[in-house]
């Protein structure tokens, strides 16, 4: 598709406008060694950045640094390795962040068989959790429809990944779950195996998996309540009110005693190897016109389900932060029709959403912004801002 001028529809964007927050951005870049870039620097504005070239271009892999600034690993592709140029032989970035008049430098580097090295300010992170939820972000991109169409672990990365930006401690229960996990599953492998069965240390196991689980679940639960009316609204500004888009949570612990499924489970854990119930198997189920989205919905209708819930947890880490994460637009306009295209990319270049960056591969130059706006050409490895 091709996208022309936007037609900012002020009614439409009035709908959708609740606060005004301080706006978080990136006002440098430089990249090295970063996939197909040996040297980039790249000077973004605050306000609407296009990033337009043909495909392979390296649209995606800028998009893909600036994740790694913000949340320190990639979206797009999982492992760092494959992130390092192929004749190099590490990758640094470099960003400026502008946050409430504050400046503040990040750098992340990476080589090979050594952990990530992560400095804000100059000052290198022990944790690189204690860098999520400082800068924080939302993409949107193609592959997000593998959170209709795959299994339950996409859906809760998704939420976990959103709380998480908003709220350290659930980041730390989280990690802690899983390792508790880790330890109980291999305790199971190790009765199944034989071993000596040690039911006390089982107990001990089960009462900090219930106590973290707890704290997960109610998170999740209290998180949901806020997002739940928020897809709403955007799916209903999406497709202009003609359908009603709805999630459930669907937990074991919305109706049992975290507790006692352990200890039911504990025989049938030991058979399967591994704890068959708790948060880590939760899911959410995705509702369009109240059928399920993945079986009944259209290709458009998927799509519009992905972006309005992404545009849900914006507001939701927005409303939270009292600041606008970055937006990050991948190859968005794909399967929309020309309306949708045009209502989302309203939404973009509104005050709502602080500083966003969209790729695409054909623009035709003119931007109708509330705020600034820069276009880049990528092309040979190369960015450089259009000129007119
Ligand atoms: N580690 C790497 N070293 C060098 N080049 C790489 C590396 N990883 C990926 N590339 C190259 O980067 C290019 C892909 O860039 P990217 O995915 O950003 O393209 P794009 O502009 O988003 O394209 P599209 O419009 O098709 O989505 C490809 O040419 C690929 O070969
Ligand atoms: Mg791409």
């Not at 600034?69 to 492992?79: D, M, P, V």
């Not at 503040?104 to 992560?118: D, R």
């Not at 602080?354 to 705020?371: H, L, M, R, Y």
């Amino acid at each position: 598709m091709y996208l022309s001028k936007v037609k900012v529809n002020a009614d439409s964007i009035a709908y959708l406008r609740t606060s005004i927050y301080f706006v978080l951005h990136l006002s440098s870049i430089q990249l090295t060694n970063f996939r197909n870039y040996t040297e980039q620097q790249v000077l973004f504005c605050e306000g609407l950045n296009i990033l337009s070239g043909r495909n392979g271009a390296g649209k995606t892999n800028l998009l893909e640094a600036i994740n790694y600034l913000c949340l320190t690993k990639g979206y797009f592709h999982s492992g760092d390795s494959g992130a390092i140029n192929f004749k190099e032989e590490f990758f640094r970035l470099q960003g400026k962040f502008i946050a409430d008049e504050r400046t503040e430098n990040i750098s992340l580097a990476f080589q090979s068989g050594t952990p990530k090295l992560l400095k804000h300010d100059e000052i290198v992170y022990e944790k690189l959790a204690d860098h999520i939820g400082k800068f924080p972000l939302v993409v949107i991109a193609p592959d997000d429809i593998v959170l209709i169409i795959e299994g339950s672990e996409e859906r809760r990365k998704w939420l976990d990944n959103t709380i998480s930006q908003v709220n350290r401690l659930y980041l730390d229960d989280l990690m802690q779950y899983n390792r508790v996990l880790v330890q109980r599953n291999a305790l199971l492998k190790q009765w199944y195996a034989g071993q000596t069965r040690d039911d006390d240390l089982m107990n001990v196991l089960d009462e900090q998996l219930v106590k973290l689980g707890k704290q997960i679940y109610e998170e999740r639960k209290t998180s949901l309540q806020i997002l739940i009316p928020l897809l709403q609204k955007h799916y209903a500004f999406i497709s202009d009110a003609h359908e009603t888009a709805l999630m459930n949570y669907e937990s074991l612990l919305n109706e049992n005693d975290f507790s006692k499924i352990l200890l039911a489970n504990r025989e049938k854990d030991m058979i399967l190897q591994r704890t068959t119930a708790g948060v880590h198997r939760d899911d959410l189920d995705f509702l369009l016109n109240e059928f399920s989205i993945k079986k009944f919905g259209s290709q458009g209708q998927k799509k519009s389900f992905l972006i309005a819930l992404k545009l849900a947890q914006f507001d939701f880490i927005a409303e939270k932060k009292n600041e606008t994460p970055l937006l990050l637009l991948d190859d968005i306009f794909d399967k929309l029709d020309q309306h949708r295209s045009e209502k989302l990319l309203a939404d973009a270049a509104s005050k709502n959403r602080g500083q966003v960056f969209i790729t695409c591969t054909n623009w035709n130059g003119i931007i109708d912004s509330e705020k600034s706006s820069k276009h880049f050409l990528i092309e040979s490895n190369n960015v450089v801002e259009a000129v007119y």
